[in-house]
């Protein structure tokens, strides 16, 4: 067969024989461009040209190629060839163009994708390789603008329509004005042009201080051949709603593309991992998990692999009894054994043994199989039952056809839907106790303490222990072992079949073990946990099995338990990105509720006027900073000299501040239970400092009662999301006339010498008093 008539089908990406170049340097760009993406370096081993400047012939290999020198100076030293043999041969024909004759695409050594382009032969690589010319053996494969060119440039960038670059430079130039704190990457080629993209707003960022336990990788757009190459992380709150936690735009699924998608929302995320990962199934995923999430639990999810398998199953003869065996084989195994003898059963049952599809998900059985997962907390992202199902996050605003320009016109939208339900859900939290189904305490318990979305799941379980029968197997010293059956029935005359777990209840700690794991699988206790509690006539859930995730005031007290960084030999940009982080925290609190955004922007204001204000500022600055951070231990004299401190009484409210010229003449220090109360005569203006400056915040963990901001004259409850050893600006300082009467709350940021005439005015003095009485229950307990 001639040259002519054969036909040869490529990629036009990797190089065959076959292919056909106008010039020289299309030749060099292209190899190059090709060995870029695999990852090796290219050199010229061979070239010669005609009298007019065409090149004749021309060979080019990898720069392993051949092997080190043979004189005795250079054997000393370690020679990075390997004599690779990878290489293309072009030749120059009758028809003016050249021809590739030999490819050789095997290398003997590893090749490095990620570093490739830190080679010395990539410098001066050429930024202008539009007007290619390839055929295939003398037929044009690709025309564009009249001349024969294959698109293999694209291969490895992003697919973009035209204009979508500029809808992409648009879209974060408007996110970043609204929020400074968008965070967004672009990777690009060696070329310039666009490859990988990643974002992620502030909101999501701030959520992930919450929520960052367990993350899902969303890859379906790719999967499925998405007109949006769309990488989504998706996270759950407290109500067990998805929250987006970063976008990704990846122009092919490769390892090294997630890759990079994976590393950069890591950096996004301030370096802290999550604890369990899910994703589709995919060998490419599940190798970038391995190398950007190492200590991570990785799972397949259950829902996306059933729906897989049970697409590939149409094509068995007995399709449905399959399915139904297998969805039993799955969901009702509780242990590893017991799945193991069931799917041994299924497998002789149906002549499964040689099966391709079903040996593949044997080999992934830790991946995706419930037995061998449920030791790991998975935040009630995956499914517990066939009949369930997940939905997409941007369902409703995302198909197989849409077109990038409409995504990112709809993306704010969808991202609002999603807030309002936060939002709703939220308030109905707080609001709406729910409907009790029992007269048991621990009911009454959660439905303080968790969310309604979570309580309700509880109910369930609950309500489910109606159907659970138990009995006594074990006794030992500390623990007892119980037999629970678990009748789950269908209607009131049919019914599955029964299922037996057993339930261990450790009586010292007030522990409870169930095999079937859903406890540490979903963070609730189970029916036959509960049966047992019940037996034991313990009617509040231990304290051990309560989970703060999924309580209503969990961003509160997340926030509160979170330590601020100490900015103070930081970077700019790090005090900026650490106070940014924390203020977006509070604007999930502040906008609770009315009251709560109300305070929040008089709190900003107060903050505004301190800061701007250079005398209010260095005020404050005395008052609120730790004296221990400030002074040593051998300036306590000199500090209790300027602030007024005495050992005689270190609640003087006395603010002498040292002065210039002669030291003023010592007095009789009067102590005010001396002094008469009345209002003619005027008592001393002064500021009471605390010794221990953890003291001055206790914070209580009760948020049943988002409208009581101030719980005491003159303390303001700052949303109940501050760290001890953090003080809210106007939050301790008040003002307090003679008792009985209480002139109201005034706020501490003025000056000394205005406070000094407004307590010559009305008889005032200054007053601390914590936000909370000694005696006053926490949250979600019963007072003893």
């Known amino acids: 067969m001639d040259m002519d008539d054969k036909v040869v089908v490529m990629d036009g990406r990797t190089p065959q024989v076959g292919m056909v170049f106008k010039s020289y340097e299309e030749v060099v760009s292209f190899y190059k461009l090709y060995a870029l993406r695999v990852g090796f370096g290219v050199a010229v081993k061979k070239s010669s040209f005609t009298p007019y400047g065409l090149c004749r012939r021309l060979v080019l290999v990898c720069t392993k190629g051949g092997k080190g020198r043979e004189n005795a100076c250079y054997q000393s030293r370690p020679t990075a060839k390997t004599d690779c043999q990878a290489m293309i041969v072009v030749k120059l024909w009758g028809d003016g163009l050249l021809h590739l004759m030999e490819a050789h695409v095997e290398h ?79 990777d690009l080629d060696i070329e310039g042009h666009l490859r990988n993209v990643f974002w992620a707003d502030g909101r999501s960022r701030a959520a992930y201080q919450h929520f960052g336990d367990v993350v899902s990788l969303d890859t379906s757009c790719l999967k499925y051949k998405f007109y949006i190459p769309l990488v989504l992380f998706i996270g759950t709150n407290h109500h067990g709603q998805s929250i987006l936690l970063g976008c990704g735009l990846v122009a092919e699924p490769t390892v090294e593309n997630y890759v990079w998608v994976l590393k950069t929302w890591l950096t996004c995320m301030h370096g802290s991992a999550p604890t369990a990962v899910i994703t589709d199934e995919s060998e490419m995923v599940k190798d970038a998990i391995s190398e950007a999430f190492p200590k991570a639990r990785h799972r397949i999810c259950l829902w996306r692999m059933m729906k897989s398998v049970k697409e590939k199953l149409k094509q068995y003869a007995e399709y449905k009894t399959i399915k139904r065996v297998l969805n039993k084989v799955v969901f009702d195994s509780s242990q590893v054994d017991e799945f193991e003898e069931n799917w041994s059963r299924l497998i002789k049952e149906f002549g499964l043994k040689d099966d391709d599809l079903f040996s593949s998900l044997y080999k992934l059985k830790s991946f995706w199989i419930p037995a061998f997962l449920k030791d790991t907390f998975w935040a009630g992202m995956s499914i517990t039952h066939y009949k369930e199902r997940i939905n997409s996050f941007f369902e409703g605003y995302l198909y197989v056809e849409t077109c990038l320009k409409e995504f990112l016109n709809d993306y704010e939208v969808a991202l609002q839907s999603k807030y309002e339900m936060e939002a709703q859900a939220d308030y109905e939290s707080f609001y709406n106790a729910g409907i009790f189904v029992s007269k048991y305490h621990m009911e009454e318990q959660l439905s303080k303490l968790y969310t309604l979305n979570i309580f309700k799941l509880f109910q369930d379980e609950l309500k489910g222990g109606l159907y659970c029968q138990v009995s006594l197997i074990k006794v030992d010293a500390t623990s007892s072992t119980y037999k629970v059956r678990d009748c789950a029935f269908i209607n009131e005359i049919e019914k599955t079949e029964n299922k037996d777990y057993n339930v261990l209840y450790n009586i010292d700690g007030f522990q409870v073990h169930c095999s079937c794991g859903f406890f540490q699988f979903r963070g609730i206790l189970c029916r036959h946990a509960l049966s047992v509690l019940k037996l034991q006539q313990v009617y509040d859930i231990p304290a051990r099995h309560l989970v703060d995730r999924w309580r209503k005031d969990f961003k509160q007290l997340n926030l509160m338990s979170q330590k601020l960084k100490d900015g103070l030999n930081s970077s700019t940009m790090e005090r900026y990105d650490n106070l940014s982080m924390r203020c977006l925290s509070l604007v999930d609190i502040g906008i609770m509720s009315d009251e709560k955004y109300q305070l929040t922007l008089k709190l900003i204001r107060e903050v505004e006027k301190s800061l701007l204000d250079d005398n209010l500022f260095r005020d404050l600055q005395r008052r609120l900073l730790p004296f221990d951070n400030r002074l040593s231990e051998s300036d306590e004299n000199h500090a209790s000299h300027e602030y007024g401190l005495y050992e005689e009484n270190k609640n003087s409210p006395s603010l002498s501040l040292k002065r210039r010229g002669r030291p003023p003449k010592k007095v009789k220090e009067v102590s005010l239970e001396m002094l008469p109360n009345s209002n003619k005569r005027k008592d001393t203006l002064g500021t009471s400092m605390i010794d221990n400056q953890n003291s001055l915040l206790q914070a209580s963990p009760n948020a049943s009662q988002l409208a009581a901001q101030i719980r005491i004259p003159g303390g303001v409850n700052l949303m109940e999301e501050v760290n001890p050893n953090e003080v809210p600006f106007g939050g301790h300082y008040g003002i307090h006339a003679n008792p009985p009467d209480i002139m109201g709350n005034h706020t501490a940021l003025q000056s000394a010498n205005a406070l000094q005439s407004l307590g010559n005015q009305q008889g005032v003095q200054w007053f601390y008093q914590p936000f909370f009485q000694e005696d006053q229950p926490p949250f979600g307990r019963r007072p003893g």
Do not use: W
């Open 108 to 186: 003997n050594h590893p090749t490095n994708p990620s570093s490739a382009r830190f080679l010395k032969c990539y410098k001066k690589m050429s930024t202008r390789m539009s007007n290619m010319i390839v055929r295939t053996g003398g037929h044009e494969s690709i025309s564009a603008d009249g001349r024969e060119s294959l698109n293999f440039i694209d291969g490895g960038r992003l697919k973009l329509e035209e204009g979508d670059n500029e809808v992409i430079h648009q879209f974060f130039a408007r996110m970043q004005a609204k929020n400074p704190n968008f965070f967004y990457l672009m």
